[in-house]
């Protein structure tokens, strides 16, 4: 499996934020800002299946640009898992940005699949199983991508809990949310990061949605680097 690592930041950073093509044909995440890179750097007319983990805006403003893309090069059967409610949220934003000519479109060619927690799904080749994240109080997601008995791991936005310890369980490669500094109920800190990096040994760790701060705070506590653009083949 392919991962393409678009960007590894959080919205306070002049780079992207934090989003992800799967072997060319999954986009997982489309942060407030990414559609320029994603539109300039990679094929979207290739990508068939999208990944939202939850509605703020670094992991789903940009969304109806890509559908745009994929409305003009005719792309069918279209997937898009996400949490409840997604089509009315894309609709609400196709009105207010003046784009309601997408709905046909989206209504003839994309099918939603409603994230729920410990539930499995097979999309094209892929077998993704959805995991409910404590990020505040959003109905927030983090995955398992499978394919071709290769797992890998996504956290989504997520604070310490029991959820993550099942994906860190099952997974060889782990993207982690590593955006704070210190522990709190939104996401988690580059030192929780380390912790679970020693108690899982055989476990890669990937941090990502990263502010300055705890960039360098996962630097300072020997912590994997990631970079935009990064690519890994699992
Ligand atoms: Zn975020």
């Not at 005719?74 to 898009?80: A, E, L, P, R």
């Not at 996400?82 to 046909?104: D, H």
């Not at 993207?175 to 709190?184: H, K, R």
């Given at each position: 499996?392919?991962?393409?690592?678009?960007?590894?930041?959080?919205?306070?950073?002049?780079?992207?934020?934090?989003?992800?093509i799967?072997?060319?044909?999954?986009?997982?995440?489309?942060?407030?800002?990414?559609?320029?890179?994603?539109?300039?750097?990679?094929?979207?007319?290739?990508?068939?299946?999208?990944?939202i983990?939850?509605?703020?805006?670094?992991?789903?403003?940009?969304l109806?640009?890509?559908?745009e893309?994929?409305?003009?090069?005719?792309?069918?059967?279209?997937?898009?898992?996400?949490?409840?409610?997604?089509?009315?949220?894309?609709?609400?934003?196709?009105?207010?940005?003046?784009?309601?000519?997408?709905?046909?479109?989206?209504?003839?060619n994309?099918?939603?699949?409603?994230?729920?927690?410990?539930?499995?799904?097979?999309?094209?080749?892929?077998?993704?199983?959805?995991?409910?994240?404590?990020?505040?109080?959003?109905?927030?997601?983090?995955?398992?991508?499978?394919?071709?008995?290769?797992?890998?791991?996504?956290?989504?936005?997520?604070?310490?809990c029991?959820?993550?310890?099942?994906?860190?369980?099952?997974?060889?490669?782990?993207?982690?949310?590593?955006?704070?500094?210190?522990?709190?109920l939104?996401?988690?800190?580059?030192?929780?990061?380390?912790?679970?990096?020693?108690?899982?040994?055989?476990?890669?760790?990937?941090?990502?949605?990263?502010?300055?701060?705890?960039?360098?705070?996962?630097?300072?506590?020997?912590?994997?680097?990631?970079?935009?653009?990064?690519?890994?083949?699992?």
């Open positions: 499996m392919k991962v393409t690592l678009v960007s590894n930041m959080c919205t306070w950073t002049k780079e992207l934020s934090t989003s992800y799967i072997n060319d044909n999954m986009l997982l995440d489309v942060p407030q800002g990414s559609f320029k890179t994603l539109y300039c750097d990679y094929d979207l007319k290739k990508i068939k299946y999208i990944l983990t939850h509605f703020h805006s670094d992991h789903f403003a940009d109806h640009l890509v559908i893309i994929l409305k003009n090069n005719n792309i069918k059967n279209v997937v898009i898992l996400a949490p409840k409610g997604c089509k009315e949220r894309l609709y609400n934003i196709f009105k207010t940005f003046e784009v309601s000519y997408l709905i046909n479109y989206v209504e003839e994309v099918t939603f699949l409603e994230c729920e927690n410990g539930k499995s799904y097979k999309i094209g080749d892929y077998k993704i199983k959805a995991y409910k994240m404590v990020h505040a109080s959003l109905d927030a997601y983090g995955f398992i991508i499978e394919q071709n008995c290769v797992k890998v791991g996504f956290s989504g936005d997520s604070c310490m029991n959820s993550l310890h099942k994906i860190i369980k099952h997974c060889g490669n782990i993207f982690i949310d590593s955006a704070s500094t210190s522990e709190n939104k996401h988690l800190s580059a030192g929780e990061v380390k912790a679970l990096a020693e108690e899982y040994k055989d476990v890669n760790f990937y941090p990502v949605h990263l502010s300055y701060n705890s960039q360098k705070l996962a630097d300072e506590l020997g912590l994997n680097k990631t970079h935009p653009k990064q690519e890994f083949v699992f």
